[in-house]
């Protein structure tokens, strides 16, 4: 008895000794004007938790929105260990054939175009046909990997074929993202390669809180604010999505599990354990800070992809014209909403400089992005594993927007021309899902200040 008194001692000394030093230690850095940007958290907040979070998540809720193609058997790039997670929480259950509609499936719909059966996209497509019906096997082929190369020079991430075999949908609706007892050496291999070595960082600056290394993290901030505003805004995307994460782990966290029922629901030591400034060294606050800069970029990145969606020419197509018809008004009420943001942030800040350097550093910015999106195939766990593939692609995709002004801006208004900007359906899903993973981490917190200072009670 004994014992256990003082071990009840000990966990309460650790995680809280009242109510204020509880929500204090958590969120005391989670206020006011943010790095690098003109906005505050409590306009995010607000903004968020009435205008967007219930809108987005009825948006998500569609059929062309909560099916998602991705392959989770990819090899991982980068080492040769392809051991599996043998959690059961751990797995994916994929769609059978029968459960996606056939419309969804169509790989004429891959660019969520207008539908077949419109009699001018007929006419076009017979034309297309007999030029096409012209060309060498060799020719077609070398048209399409030009095509490719195309796509691929915009993107910012690395997206799955979604012709191959490997490659399923999964209903992300029925495989939420939560806490599956993932972690350890594996998962810290992960942010670890991502951290010091795909965030511009030399290997003299340790950062803090590395598991790997004794007594990290002495001059990081120093160093981080020394960068230019590219690279510390490169490192505070990533550390926001890494923040997301943790929250949405701690707010579906597997409370109970017996023969009948499993409990999911909060976790508030877990969520201390990751952000209480004490027990973070002071690093948990900072984390949070992050999540807001990252819920700025792609907030804006929906604002400024309105007019892609705005044409009569786009539909979210499901083969249900009433619903498509419905999902497509909602979806533009939410762009719309997002556009009216009173402070976004303003992405001309970037990549402004030389021209030479600035485009130099974009193409560093690009292709360390996309490694990182690689390294997701390295990810034991396949429920984290698809999260983070549609986390880093929604982001990707986002950051793609944002640089892509020129095109969004010159895109034509007439079917017959073709765009030199476009989304697949693939991008489609990841950015909304993304964001909507962004959202709600941004409610939770609402959520975990309430508990924490309801602990005194």
Not at 283 to 294: A, I, S, T, V
Request: aromatic share 12%.
């Amino acid at each position: 008895m004994k014992v256990f008194m003082l071990l009840v001692s000990v966990l309460a000394s650790v995680h809280v000794t009242t109510a204020e030093s509880a929500a204090h230690r958590c969120f005391c850095q989670v206020t006011g004007t943010l790095d690098d940007c003109a906005c505050d958290v409590e306009t995010i907040d607000r903004f968020n938790n009435k205008d967007i979070f219930p809108k987005l998540q009825k948006l998500l809720s569609s059929d062309y929105f909560r099916f998602y193609k991705v392959n989770l058997n990819n090899p991982c790039p980068f080492w040769s260990d392809h051991s599996q997670c043998g959690l059961t929480y751990c797995a994916v259950k994929s769609c059978t054939p029968g459960e996606v509609p056939e419309s969804i499936k169509s790989s004429s719909y891959k660019y969520s175009e207008e539908t077949s059966q419109d009699v001018e996209g007929c006419d076009v497509t017979e034309k297309l046909g007999a030029v096409n019906g012209s060309l060498s096997d060799e020719t077609r082929q070398a048209l399409s990997e030009w095509k490719k190369h195309d796509d691929e020079s915009d993107r910012f991430c690395m997206l799955d074929d979604e012709d191959s075999p490997q490659s399923q949908y999964v209903d992300l609706l029925l495989n939420p993202e939560r806490f599956t007892g993932y972690k350890g050496p594996e998962a810290w291999q992960i942010w670890n390669s991502i951290y010091e070595e795909n965030c511009f960082k030399p290997y003299s600056v340790k950062r803090p809180l590395n598991p790997l290394v004794s007594n990290s993290g002495q001059g990081f901030h120093r160093w981080l604010e020394g960068l230019c505003v590219e690279k510390r805004a490169f490192f505070r995307l990533i550390s926001g999505l890494h923040a997301s994460i943790n929250i949405h782990l701690s707010a579906r966290y597997l409370l109970d599990e017996n023969w009948f029922e499993m409990k999911w629901g909060h976790n508030v030591s877990e969520f201390q354990v990751r952000f209480d400034k004490e027990l973070t060294k002071g690093e948990g606050p900072k984390r949070l800070r992050n999540l807001y800069f990252l819920y700025l970029i792609e907030l804006r990145a929906l604002a400024k992809v309105l007019p892609y969606f705005e044409r009569p020419a786009f539909h979210l197509y499901t083969g249900q014209s009433v619903q498509d018809a419905e999902n497509k008004n909602m979806l533009l009420e939410l762009l719309q909403v997002a556009k009216s943001f009173p402070l976004h942030f303003d992405e001309t800040t970037l990549f402004a400089g030389n021209k030479k350097e600035a485009l130099k550093l974009k193409e560093d910015f690009k292709r360390t992005f996309k490694n990182i999106s690689r390294i997701m195939d390295c990810v034991e766990c396949f429920k984290c594993r698809l999260w983070g593939k549609l986390q880093t692609q929604g982001l990707g995709t986002a950051l793609k927007i944002l640089f892509s002004e020129r095109q969004i801006e010159a895109m034509p208004n007439t079917r017959n021309s073709s765009l030199s900007f476009q989304l697949s359906r693939q991008e489609i899903v990841s950015l909304f899902n993304a964001f909507g993973r962004i959202s709600t981490s941004v409610r939770e917190l609402e959520n975990f200040r309430s508990l924490l200072s309801a602990l005194k009670q």
